[in-house]
């Protein structure tokens, strides 16, 4: 059995790996802004007077200076992929944990892990990537991550279904959990998007299949944190609630979920601050989901000197940051149509 010092160290590792995704993807964009290159300057004015000025310079026609084309949808590109990011790293590391115990029974039960690897791997790629184009392999990354989830949502219906009851309370509580393959296909879904927003003409609104791009991520943020909301609350439910901190996750998504539906159908250019301060609490909560996860799993028999027990067996440490990661895209979408008021 591992030291306790070992133990200190894993733990210790898994939340920095956590942190830095989420501090990269809280930073506002300025590393983009530091890698694309920086518009050209105006012109300067002459000191001297008017009469004294050459025509080609009276005849300069005014306006702004230029800006660089595509540098505020990469912006967006790019913060997409780190909210792909932190969905694949949480899938990743739960679908470990819960197949495991459920000892890798049919061996379609890895395909998940591999997915979600290769996910995470092409969404730290695709944020240090600042490059105005879409990439076909990322694209083809996240297609397939996004058709995993749909065939896993299938294959634990079928679980839960094909147990004695079929679908009651009790195969909902403790069959295979029907919301968590939906998590990778948020993961491909958003991924895929961002590649669609980074690959938008300069000068052009960024669109995903022909819809405005802010509008789309906004809408399909909203209803993915409905869908996690209703897995968090199924779970807490089985709980019974036993500590008053197990209705946040039942409480403050849905309420942004109704801010980002309400931010993807209102008019252009309304004031969103209240949104963006609600899907920043939702990243902390996220993270402090988490630590309130890890504290359950001490209180379990044995503590933490049983962990290789309890955290199978207590409450899923990698479900939490399932909220950060959408609250990041909610953040992008709404820069995103900061930037192009039409998106």
Same mark, same amino acid.
């Given at each position: 059995m591992a030291s306790n010092a070992e133990r200190i160290l894993?733990?210790?590792?898994?939340?920095?790996?956590?942190?830095?995704?989420?501090? %990269?993807a809280l930073d506002g964009g300025g590393r983009e802004e530091a890698l694309l290159p920086s518009p050209p300057k105006p012109a300067r004015q002459s000191a001297l007077p008017p009469a004294s000025r050459s025509p080609a310079v009276n005849c300069a026609p005014a306006g702004p200076p230029a800006t660089v084309p595509g540098k505020a949808t990469v912006r967006a590109a790019r913060r997409l992929n780190r909210a792909a990011a932190v969905l694949a790293f949480s899938v990743l590391a739960d679908s470990a944990v819960e197949h495991y115990?459920?000892? !890798?029974?049919?061996?379609?039960?890895?395909?998940?892990?591999a997915v979600s690897t290769a996910a995470l791997a092409t969404s730290i790629h695709g944020t240090a990537d600042s490059r105005?184009?879409?990439?076909? @392999? &990322? /694209?083809?990354?996240?297609?397939?991550?996004? %058709?995993?989830?749909?065939?896993?949502?299938? !294959?634990?219906?079928?679980?839960v279904t094909k147990k004695t009851g079929g679908l009651n309370w009790q195969n909902l509580f403790y069959g295979a959990p029907l919301g968590a393959p939906f998590a990778i296909l948020l993961a491909g879904l958003l991924g895929f998007c961002s590649e669609r927003v980074r690959d938008a003409p300069p000068g052009a609104t960024p669109k995903i299949f022909g819809l405005p791009a802010g509008r789309t991520m906004a809408a399909v943020t909203s209803l993915g944190l409905l869908g996690t909301t209703g897995e968090a609350g199924l779970l807490h439910f089985r709980g019974a !609630?036993?500590?008053? #901190?197990?209705?946040?996750?039942?409480?403050?998504?849905?309420?942004?979920?109704?801010?980002?539906? /309400?931010?993807?159908?209102?008019?252009?250019?309304? /004031? #969103? &601050? #209240?949104? &963006? @301060?609600?899907?920043?609490?939702?990243?902390?909560?996220?993270?402090?989901?988490?630590?309130?996860?890890?504290?359950?799993?001490?209180r379990a028999m044995g503590g933490w000197r049983n962990w290789s027990q309890n955290v199978v067996d207590g409450p899923p440490l990698p479900a939490p940051p399932s909220f950060a990661g959408l609250a990041l895209g909610a953040l992008a979408a709404l820069g995103l149509m900061d930037d192009h008021p039409d998106a």
């Open positions: 894993a733990l210790s590792a898994l939340g920095l790996i956590v942190g830095a995704v989420i501090k %990269a115990r459920g000892s !890798f029974k049919n061996k379609a039960m890895y395909t998940p892990l105005p184009a879409a990439h076909r @392999l &990322r /694209d083809t990354v996240y297609a397939i991550a996004a %058709a995993t989830g749909i065939i896993g949502s299938g !294959f634990h219906l079928y679980n !609630f036993h500590n008053p #901190l197990m209705l946040l996750p039942v409480t403050l998504p849905p309420a942004g979920a109704a801010l980002m539906a /309400d931010a993807a159908g209102g008019r252009p250019g309304r /004031d #969103l &601050r #209240l949104t &963006r @301060l609600w899907m920043r609490t939702l990243v902390v909560m996220g993270l402090g989901g988490t630590l309130l996860h890890a504290y359950g799993v001490s």
